[in-house]
C-alpha cells in the first residue's frame, strides 16, 4: 500500500474513534482480513480486552469449517461472541467498524450480535 492510501485509512480510523463515546460501555472492535474475522470486546477505562474470539479460535474451527461463505462464518462468529458478552452479564456495548464499510461481512457480524439480544 502506498502512503497516501495509509494516510487515507488512519484518518478514516481516527474519525470514527472520535465519534465513539469512549469511556462509558466496552467497545466491540471488529477486524477483517482476506480469510478470517477477529472481534474483540475491550473496557478503555482498565485498558483490558474482556472477550475476544475470530474464526481462527480453536474452539469454535471446527464449526466454522463447515459453513461456505465469509459472510456465514463472521455471523456464526458474532452470535458466539454475542452469547459470552450477555453470559457476562453486560447488555450494551459499542461498535467500532474499525473503518470498515458497514457492509457484508462486518454488517453480518453486528447483526447476529444483536441478534442474541445484545444493544449494540
Known sequence: MNKKIKRIISRRK???KSKLTLG???RLV????????YAQLID?????TLASISTNDKKIK????????????SSFVGEKIGEHIKNM????VIFDRNG???HGRV???VESVRKTGLNV
Open 89 to 92: 452479564k453486560i447488555k450494551k
Open 44 to 48: 478503555d477505562n482498565s485498558a483490558k
Open 24 to 26: 462509558k460501555y466496552p
Open 62 to 73: 471446527k464449526d466454522v469449517s463447515k459453513l461456505d461463505s465469509k459472510v456465514l462464518k
Open 14 to 16: 481516527k474519525s470514527i
Open 107 to 109: 454488517k453480518a457480524f
Open 100 to 102: 470498515y464499510m458497514y
Open 30 to 37: 471488529v477486524y477483517r482480513s482476506n480469510i478470517h474475522l
